[in-house]
């Protein structure tokens, strides 16, 4: 990834959005990273792959849970429900 400073950037605008097409640009103030350009096309496709990663997340969590919970059944548990019910 490149790298330009702020200032650079606005002397030097058309360079890094052209070059913001095939890759992303780094923008940095007082030497500190401080923006990303990128063009639209890989910013969607970082957003759909997050969302990828998230739901792989989440289904492994929810494997894991299943894994680890307890089915009692509906009887014993309406029991359950109503001993307590009853106090």
Do not use: C
Not at 2 to 27: G, V
Not at 67 to 73: C, N, R, V
């Amino acid at each position: 990834m490149q790298n330009y400073t702020l200032k650079e950037a606005k002397s030097r605008q058309e360079e890094i959005f052209n070059k913001a097409k095939d890759e992303p640009i780094s923008l940095s103030e007082k030497s500190y990273p401080s923006h990303v350009i990128m063009s639209f096309q890989a910013y969607q496709e970082l957003i759909n792959r997050i969302g990828e990663l998230e739901d792989l997340v989440w289904g492994k969590q929810a494997i894991d849970a299943l894994k680890e919970s307890k089915f009692i059944g509906e009887d014993k548990f309406k029991k359950s429900l109503q001993e307590l019910a009853n106090g």
